[in-house]
């Protein structure tokens, strides 16, 4: 069962192997979700996927810890080839750089399942969430990013590690493999002990990847802070099926604007009559939108008569604007998509809604962005440049609403 000082008892190899196998498994399992495409006829395939992927990595996780702690109380078989200095340190900067991983890459997809709200669950009875982890969107970023990059430094560490391990036993022809296989000893048990370098280059790597993904994510929500322009396009996501019983939700406060420019400069408009049909299921992500918006309610600013004019929203002849759209959830976290049609001054273009929404118990806040062009409603023909008023017509929604009960 236990180690010697030249060679590894049954528990560091059942470890060894038994892990090994798991995270190919999950590392497998979070590639295929992260390339799956997220719609009605994948969200079932995707949370199963998902659940397994976090059951298997939280395994990974406490079976990491007793493997570490094992690690530490017992003998480090010793290296092979003592006299080559280099190798032997690289070798063993690896395995720590391993143990590190097989702590950071389970525990940072932990902090972020725990806060967010539930998509797939760890298949297990202890509960879904962590000790001093708040149900907390930039808390679930923060982590999720750390696991994002930690996956791909565990993956490089693994391939180092494997091309190790085929090189002792093509080139060295030495027993390496036979000692982690078998549990055969090699090695000469009197030579020196393990130098305190490696495990400090471990960790130390692990700092640096931990320090510098965080660093990326908030550069990353600095840049996501600023608006985005949103691009109306016709066939993404693809596939979504109208969602019918999902519970409904009621809207209790919002606020529909736009911006557009005006001989440059941007105005904005506001709608302060429109109500909203929504109707979402927060654990497959999936819903559907229908708004009908009063256009004689429009505001905007000094030229709010031109605005309802025949040229422009013709309220005269066209009193209601109707947004019809699919929600979907795109990854597991607060971004959505609302895929649907606008209808206006009697044209119907699709359009595509880009929002967060936070969902507390039974409440829901949501912003969101659309990007429309007048031309592709006919507006303002008499305006063919932007020289007056601009093209681009840049839609902002905020609302919160609450579940029926
Ligand atoms: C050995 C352990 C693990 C490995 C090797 C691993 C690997 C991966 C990989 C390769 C991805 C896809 C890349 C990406 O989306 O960034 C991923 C995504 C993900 N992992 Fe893990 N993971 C492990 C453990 C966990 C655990 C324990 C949880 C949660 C309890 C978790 C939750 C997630 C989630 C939610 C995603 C999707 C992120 C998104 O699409 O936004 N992972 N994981
Ligand atoms: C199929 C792939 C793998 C092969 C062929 C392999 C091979 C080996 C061999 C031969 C050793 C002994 C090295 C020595 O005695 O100096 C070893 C040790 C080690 N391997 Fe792997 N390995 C594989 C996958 C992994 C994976 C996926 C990890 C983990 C994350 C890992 C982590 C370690 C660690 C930390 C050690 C140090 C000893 C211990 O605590 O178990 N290995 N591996």
Redesign the pocket.
Known sequence: MTNTKNS?GGL??F???A??LL??TAFALGIIGDNMPRNAETVDTLKTLYSVHKTVGVTVFIL?VL??I??IVQP??V??HPEKKLETLA??V???A??G??VVVPLSGWVMHAAEVGFANIWWPFGQGLPFVPKSEAVSHAAGAVHGVAVFV?LG??VA??A???K?VVIDKDD??A???KGVSAGDASTSSHSLIAPLAGLGLWVIVIGGALAGNAMAVETAAAPAEVEATQDEPSGIMPVTDAPEWTVTDGRLSFKVAQSGAPIEGVFDTWNAQITYDVDTGLGTVSVNIDTTSLTLGSVTSTAKGPEFFNTDAYTTSIFEAEIARIENGPAHVATGDVTLIGQTVPVLLEFDLQVDGTAAKMTGQALLDRRDFGMGQGYADESTVGFAVDITVELTAQRAE
């Open positions: 590894y560091a190899r470890f060894h192997w892990i090994a995270i190919l990491a493997r570490i094992w690690a480090r078989p290296p092979l070798a063993e690896m395995h720590w391993l143990y991983a097989l565990l560490a693994v590690h494997i190790g391990a085929v002792h390496t493999m000692r982690m296989t």
